[in-house]
């Protein structure tokens, strides 16, 4: 999971991603070869074919990690109690991820199905472990049927191919599983009828490590009130029905947000190098999605 697959990726996205590792203020090769992951941050883009240059005398070092903090189940958030209370009924019937699929493709209890053109359920290798929770799909997503498409989606694959992961190699949803409209935020009721789905769905994944996507899905999976520029990057253990141990959950900026604030780049890039770290300590690896 350490390289980038070399015949996989075209020149166009390999510049593409050289001008992340700019941006980001990449100045450290973190894999095994540093002309794959690594060049300094003054160095200017050169022309085809790519040469990178030696790292800088001062590398990019991920900040230090902070003490590991403990998040139950969620707050129940407020919402219709019938359809919360159905939603729970439900998920907690599902044993298999396509039986999860189906159920709630067939739930009627959240207003958003209504008014979406079709319920995006996830995306990646279900048998990965590493799964990325997201917020609700967009107007992309809704159309396709797939979670983080379009620009959003791209910048994604970036950040994973920053540290050696793609689609194959992760596994993706969100909290909500219907478009809101105009791609507004789902609302407190919203979520609180989604979440009882998407912690069945976390169970049957039984990922080693869980990332939150955005400030949404941290709230909603944290149960904190802390903005996301300030829990970004730190760990938290997080206790889900029917799994016996709490899972790594750390909290990372949605891709929307970095396309509107480009200048986090650098603090996107430390947290992937903290996630990469967790890998390594956890033995994070996955069978080739085939």
């Not at 090769?29 to 003054?42: F, M, Q």
């Not at 160095?43 to 590398?59: G, H, R």
Request: aromatic share 4%.
């Amino acid at each position: 999971m350490d390289r980038i697959s070399e015949s996989a990726v075209q020149p166009a996205e390999i510049i593409a991603l050289l001008r992340w590792y700019q941006d980001a203020g990449v100045d450290e090769a973190i894999g095994d070869d540093p002309g794959a992951l690594g060049r300094p941050r003054t160095a200017a883009m050169p022309a085809a074919p790519v040469q990178l240059a030696a790292p800088a005398p001062q590398p990019v070092q991920p900040a230090p990690a902070p003490a590991v903090r403990t998040a139950g189940p969620a707050a129940v958030l407020p919402g219709s109690d019938a359809a919360t209370g159905d939603a729970r009924r439900v998920a907690a019937g599902c044993n298999t991820l396509e039986e999860l699929a189906a159920a709630l493709t067939a739930f009627d209890g959240c207003g958003l199905k209504a008014t979406a053109t079709q319920m995006v359920f996830a995306d990646g290798n279900p048998e990965s472990d590493i799964m990325i929770v997201g917020e609700a799909p967009g107007a992309e997503e809704d159309r396709l049927g797939k979670p983080f498409v379009g620009q959003s989606g791209k910048l994604l694959d970036r950040m994973l191919a920053a540290i050696g992961l793609d689609r194959t190699t992760v596994y993706i949803s969100n909290i909500v599983n219907w478009r809101p409209p105009g791609n507004r935020q789902p609302n407190a009721a919203e979520i609180a009828i989604s979440l009882p789905f998407i912690e069945r769905h976390i169970a049957l994944m039984q990922p080693k490590i869980l990332l939150c996507a955005g400030g949404t899905s941290a709230a909603a999976l944290l149960a904190t009130r802390e903005g996301i520029t300030r829990i970004h990057g730190r760990w938290y253990d997080r206790s889900f029905p029917d799994l016996a141990a709490p899972v790594p959950t750390m909290p990372i900026y949605h891709p929307a947000f970095i396309l509107r604030q480009p200048g986090m780049k650098r603090d996107v890039w430390r947290d992937l190098l903290v996630l990469k770290h967790r890998m390594k300590e956890l033995g994070c690896g996955v069978a080739s999605a085939g």
